[in-house]
């Protein structure tokens, strides 16, 4: 996966690094934190490219094990 997180997700992710529930909340978050930055703040901090593979990363991770599958994803 090509991830760009924030140096907290980063250490959380290597310390969970086998957890797919704990990989699905941290793409979660952080797509939700981007979203944000982007159209209510207007201070994207990510490129659309990168935004785009975090969302490919989770619909990959979702769709391996659809018993994490969220429509709002």
Do not use: A, G
């Not at 924030?6 to 979203?35: A, F, G, M, P, Q």
């Amino acid at each position: 996966m090509n991830l760009i997180l924030n140096k907290y997700e980063k250490i959380y992710w290597n310390l969970r690094l086998n957890n797919v529930t704990s990989k699905i909340i941290i793409l979660r978050k952080s797509l939700h934190d981007h979203n944000h930055r982007y159209y209510v703040l207007d201070k994207p901090t990510i490129s659309d490219y990168d935004f785009d593979k975090l969302m490919e990363d989770l619909s990959k991770l979702e769709k391996n094990n659809p018993e994490y599958y969220d429509s709002n994803s």
